[in-house]
């Protein structure tokens, strides 16, 4: 897979307990097999949701308990309401398996918080779904990095401007900039997304509390 440019802030032994562990799709920077594992020996009660497909892939991992689900789909863990929703965006880990397990994004309701994590998506307006039949988030992880060129990146990653507007059409009440600054995975730069993302947010009504950019190893209080 990719190489990471910039350090983990933090390593399994160093973490909390996990509970629950949401995985978008298989793509190499965002399912990684040593940290799978790692996660797994520290936590073997930690309940592993993932999209159609890759079931298999975690019990060969020693995952006990996997929930696999298709879009529209939802799960219920202890206090938690959650569901899997469509992206724009696609699946692979070898040449010879393109597309046969899905991707998603992920919804998370309990405890009075409306959680959307977006996982890879390009931009359609079928998204606006999302809110239509699970309310606005509080809260969503939105994408903003790997979108150059154009022309091959925008079926399967948003740009900044698209992730505003997003926001915007799902009604997000604050949104957390995720997917950049960590592998160079298209022709944008590392810090290149960060700069469009404010570009945008000047030129719409929105300011910078509204979408969140955090570094990694930072962290920031969500008051409900």
């Not at 308990?65 to 789909?73: K, N, P």
């Not at 699946?91 to 919804?107: E, F, I, M, P, Q």
């Not at 060129?149 to 900044?160: D, K, S």
């Amino acid at each position: 897979g990719p190489k990471r440019l910039v350090a983990a802030p933090s390593d399994v032994p160093h973490l909390p307990k996990i509970d629950v562990l949401l995985i978008s799709h298989n793509h190499y920077d965002h399912l990684d097999a040593p940290t799978v594992r790692a996660l797994l020996r520290a936590n073997p009660a930690m309940v592993c949701y993932v999209p159609l497909g890759l079931k298999p892939w975690f019990e060969k991992r020693g995952a006990l308990h996997v929930h696999e689900l298709g879009w529209w789909q939802n799960h219920g863990h202890k206090e938690l309401d959650i569901h899997c929703v469509p992206a724009q965006h696609w699946s692979a880990r070898s040449l010879l398996d393109r597309n046969k397990t899905l991707w998603c994004g992920w919804v998370m309701k309990g405890h009075g918080l409306n959680f959307y994590f977006s996982g890879d998506t390009g931009y359609s307006p079928h998204l606006q779904e999302i809110a239509g039949r699970l309310g606005p988030p509080d809260l969503a992880a939105l994408p903003i990095g790997a979108y150059e060129p154009r022309w091959f990146m925008r079926t399967q990653h948003v740009n900044p401007p698209e992730a505003v507007q997003l926001h915007r059409e799902l009604k997000v009440r604050n949104s957390l900039a995720i997917h950049w600054g960590t592998f160079e995975l298209a022709d944008d730069s590392l810090d290149a997304p960060i700069v469009a993302l404010q570009q945008a947010l000047r030129q719409s009504d929105l300011h910078e509390q509204d979408f969140w950019v955090i570094r990694q190893g930072d962290s920031r209080l969500l008051h409900r």
